[in-house]
């Protein structure tokens, strides 16, 4: 699949939660990762892109409720979006979701490699992956905090 990384502001906290008790949208998710390749690797494994994931929870319906959530804070991101796998959507078979990683791997690495040819420094190793529902058609978006300088981060 053919990529697209821009530079996204976020102006505000996109929140997240798994609590039951709070108005929930289950069509907005999001998992952070941590990544595992350092900036100066130049031949990662696709499998260190991605490593300790954890479930942050479903996206929180209203703004009363996003005091108690956690997610994306605001700031800068080197940030993609793509449609899910057409066979990943409705199967939640393991091998669906070996497909899915998959392509989110795919994405994560073809992100580095633009990082580095555009001198993009990562402000931490986390990666956040969003997936929602958009138009009718699921869709999933990539994360990564970057800063407003070159010298954020040296991973």
Request: net charge positive; proline share 3%.
């Amino acid at each position: 699949m053919k990529y697209t990384v821009k530079i996204l502001t976020l102006y505000k906290n996109l929140c997240y939660a798994t609590e039951s008790g709070l108005p929930l949208d289950k069509t907005d998710f999001l998992y952070s990762y941590t990544c595992a390749v350092q900036n100066n690797d130049l031949s990662p494994r696709r499998s260190r892109f991605l490593t300790k994931p954890r479930f942050e929870g479903y996206a929180l319906s209203n703004a009363k409720s996003q005091e108690s959530g956690t997610g994306l804070l605001a700031g800068r991101y080197f940030f993609l979006q793509a449609p899910v796998p057409q066979e990943c959507i409705m199967c939640k078979s393991a091998e669906a979701e070996k497909k899915r990683l998959a392509e989110y791997r795919l994405a994560a690495e073809y992100m580095y490699t633009e990082a580095i040819w555009n001198e993009i420094d990562f402000c931490d190793d986390k990666i956040y992956i969003r997936t929602l529902t958009e138009d009718n058609a699921a869709v999933f978006q990539l994360f990564r905090k970057i800063g407003t300088e070159r010298h954020c981060a040296s991973l």
